[in-house]
């Protein structure tokens, strides 16, 4: 049908089928690519426009209800104040505010997010912080957090009244100012939470610097994001962003059955469809072995994986690929291709994985072990650690406290689902544009199971819309591709959201059993964890996952004494194959499973023998200058080899953040924990300290490349992979810093295998130290050709000469120690066109021969409905040592966003299959992330180390956000209403019944 | 393949006509990801259904209103619906859902549905041209009942409402719901949603308060969700938390207890006081 629309302001007339969306008709009709899709139903407000002035999500409605009506996108706001000789007004308050305060991450929410706010602010000019939480309330958000898009907000609303802002400089502290503690809220008030929240943080996060002061003008300042500009303006730079003549749309079949093997399958009718232009089934491909996990080669885990096969193993796994025309008739296809399904028994409980005649998941012949994997026993990998002498350690200690812990399989929930694009190129070499974390592993990975060698792939990566692991995989890049093959055409495969819940990876459900031995006086003589992880229908990412989950939140506790020189740490894990959706990498990577054991049995300990909390744990928890436990037992699956913890500030980030929580006040405190007026209400409060990695020893590698343009600018190309993180910024930032230019002048790319050189992607909380050391490597190379040449040119007319060990990188020039100097500008023409010509450039790389934990200190405080069970956060402090902090806008960032998805982890959010293996979430209505209008407060603190190993002493920053909010939360009901709850989600029915558990018990003990 | 038809009638007479071949389109929040399951929609946009009035003591409110619009016109409706119009969807769906729309596509969860129960709203509707409570519309779904069409939905400008929910995250879907409603007349009416097909009232539980019988209403509303369970939460939480909530809404809405009740009631709170006090 023919449809007027008035887009941004102009007359458009536009034929579409009368059963496209708004969204269909915006972004593969008109272009209109800022608009972004992020699901089907309407929840998640990605695909925001404003029409007639009003927000509204145009993935639920139809284009012929907009006919006659008037659309705005993100197209239509501001532009770069620069394009040529033509100034434009530049970006729009909103836009620049964003960009300033660290509003973006991936980006891909971002314009959704500025049109939300245009509406409001064109309504209402002075807008309350809650009236900002209630405008994004239908934008959610899986980076930010929401805390800086709701300060970008005000901040722009301030400028349009025309009121002066202040500019955004550093915060840092010396390290004896410790903070007041926080006002508390007032009597009688109903905890947090929700609208109300009154954000009492700054834009930037508070550091504690420890460190001497410093010189540096890039490195530690809060820099904008270097992709924050293209982002606020909704440009077309995700994988799905592109046009491409005669592309073609993928869809896959999935199994509609937990387990079985297909008798027969014809796909004559879907063939036979018009507009379909392939349909491939297990027999239309070759039978390559593979695994779907990102990671470095040998893959540290079984080969069981095919692109398709004759056996299905989990409702949602791939029976067939179709290519067509447009989308309709592609789903039209999946329907028309006949499927016999012989059904086998099926595991969905992974305790009966292992027993005697349970049905056997993976009887292929091509199946590839890997360590002590055993397919016979459904046993995808296996791990014992034994550090010290546990039963030794067991036999001393006084008493010896027990646990059972579980975890649920959660959803990474990027709010881009994967997608990728793939074409043959003018060379017959195949292109593959994803949405990926790891893209060098794809090309490698992929290469065999298409047939086709390394070098006839390329890969790109371009704007990733958020990942948090669920990237980590390759996952939807064969799909295209072997279509692609099929057809010679271009194809895109882009997941439904229902397909991001059912078919894509999650993270690995867990049950863990603790045994802790300790002494009366609190020195912990031997720890053991006991877990069952659930890696589902293929191996993926088990055995490193799940040897994460030991390996880090294991390592953080080795007892006092004696104990500490020789810690007794016992580790062992089965990770066991069930007929569900595969886990996978998600932000942590096993470690958060790991802590909520640990901190709450921790706790518990602690609360046994009448200790303090946060004195029981820094008497046995980890010091600078020990040996990290695990490291001479295992690592990845690959040699392990000593490290020793230069840097800890734990017991510093502790005491930051207990100030900033008040922990002094509350803990302990009666009246506190009483609400007035509300007998059924208790507050509580609760910590959790945490330890995580920064990226694998003596494998984890990041290439740069720097080379110097014709004005003193230089292209900084990393196959380092940001997926929104922040990370080219901050590689650039470091770059920046050893070159002596503004942030401007570095040009960032990432990634793309032509073009980049290795790096092994983002994960294992790696870039900013790993691929950062190879930059810094790369720019002294550079810098050392700059001062070479620039000596010369500064040794010309003078009786002064200047060697290059004198010459100083700064401001643009370089310079000779009597203050004369020479612009980089001038030195690029001088190498490039007038003297002994040469390409100033430099490539390095950087390989770890340490993983430097980062460390920190978890506070939540909570309000418990002791009748119903519900839970309310009102308040998350995180004080960490992630070394120094290359930019304090992005690394808050990250800690606020990663503190909230593990608020989701720890109160809501979780997937459970029913009896026939069919996963319940399959939507943003069941499955619960925050919405902005519902957080609680969230506060960052940085407690700074300096970090040996790395140029400017920095630490991950990444995952570590992830540990320890499921465990202070659980560990703040707990001392809220005594209940133990040993489960996550602590959802109200799961509370209610520990209330009921822990009130039958103190009966009974009364008696 | 059958392609769509859409339809934007001009008239009410046009749009009942075209009805017989399709479904009615609102804001198109739950229907539009049905499209291709879908022969025709009959889009109601141009039917100017989204008026706000005071019919002497009734509120009147075309079955096209948004729920954003039922926000923007707070001194106009409950605090309580509006509450339960933010706890319903987010900003951007509350712009395109209509009060018509999320009636008909309600469950037990959708808390604007247990407000209307709360306050005694009526829905008229066409071809049939008469006034239904909601109630019985709700679970006269799926019937043919003659409401092709929600054109307006009235309810008493005096009756209050007041909210207690269960979640697991505050702007959750609610698990367990109550709503109580009193008219202007003194008339109470206890609603119960968080799950099943639509919330329901529980007339129990409507009279025992009426009659000063507190613990009466809660056992009430407990033995009307005691097979209330689901994928979400068991039956036995449900009924014991409705009963909890049910209790919170009288004392709130001060509904003076019978004296046996009360001192039930103090029993029951010093139990629950030491059990919190050990803890």
New interface residues.
Partial sequence: MRLRLTLNGKRVVVVVPSETTLLEALRDHLGMFGVKHGCETGECGACAVLLDGEPVNTCVMLAAQADGKSITTIESIGQHPELGWRRTEGLDPLQQAFVETGAIQCGYCTPAMILAARALLAENPSPSEADVRQALSGVLCRCTGYLKPVQAILRAAAVLRGETVQSIGAAFFPPSDLMPPAETPSEGDLAGGGTEVLTRAGILPLIQVTSPPRTWTSVGRPEPKVDAVKLVQGKPAFAADIEMRGMLVAKVLHSPVAHARIRKIDAAKARALPGVAAVLTWKDIPRVVYSTAGQSDPIPGPLDTFSLDEKVRFVGDRVAFVAAESEAVAEQALGLIQVDYEPLPAILDPAEAMKEGAPRLHDEPEYVNFGDSDPARNLAAHIHIDIGDVDRGMAEADQVIEGDYAVPKVQQASIEPHVVVTYWDEDNRLVIRTSTQVPFHVRRQLAPVLGLPPKRIRVIKPRIGGGFGGKQEVMVEDVAAHLTIATGRPVRYETTRAEEFFFARSRHPMRLRMRTGVKRDGTITANEMTVLSDTGAYGCHGLTVTGNTGHKAMALYVGDGPYRKSPNIRFHADIVYTNTPPSGAFRGYGVPQGFWAVERHMERVARTLGMDPLEFRLKNTLRAGELHPFSTAWSEGREPRPETIHTCGLEECIAQGSAAIGWSDKYGNASWHRVRGKPHLRRGIGVATVMQGTAIPYLDMGGASIKMNDDGSFNLMVGATDLGTGSDTVLAQQAAEVLGVPLDDIIVYSSDTDFTPFDKGAYASSTTYISGTAVVLAARKVAERIRWRAARMLSKDEAAKVTPDDVRLADRQAWAPDGRSVTLAEVALNALHHEDQEQIMGVASFVSPSSPPPFAAQFAEVTVDTETGAVTVDRLVMAVDSGVIVNPLTASGQIEGGMTQALGYAVCEEMVYDEAGRAREQNFTDYHIFRSDEMPELQTIFVETVEPSHPFGVKAVAEIPMDGVAPAVGNAVLDACGADVMEIPITPERLWRALRRSRQSSVIGHQ | ?P????F?PKTLDEALTLLEQGVP?A????L??R??RLDA?I?L?DLGMAALERQGDALEVGAGCTL?QLIEADAFVSPALTEAC?SEA???????ATLGGTMVAATGRSPVAAALLALGAEVHGLPIDRWSTVEAFLSARGADSGFRLLTRFRWPATTTVRFAR????????P??LVALGRAGDGALRVVLGGCGQGPVRVPDAEQALASGDISGAARAAAQAYATAGD?W??AE?RA??AA??VR?LAAEEKIPSAAKDKAADEGR?KA??E??G??
């Avoid at chain 2, 804001?27 to 739950?30: A, P, Q, W």
């Avoid at chain 2, 269960?166 to 879907?173: E, I, K, L």
């Fill in positions: 393949m392609s769509l038809k859409y934007r389109l804001g198109g929040t739950t539009t990801p499209r291709h929609v889009d946009q954003q933010r987010a900003w951007n769906l509350r712009n395109m269960v979640g697991r995250s505050p702007m959750d879907a698990i367990v994928a939460a068991s939480y014991e938390v909890i909530l919170r709170d629950a006081g059990a919190k050990r803890a």
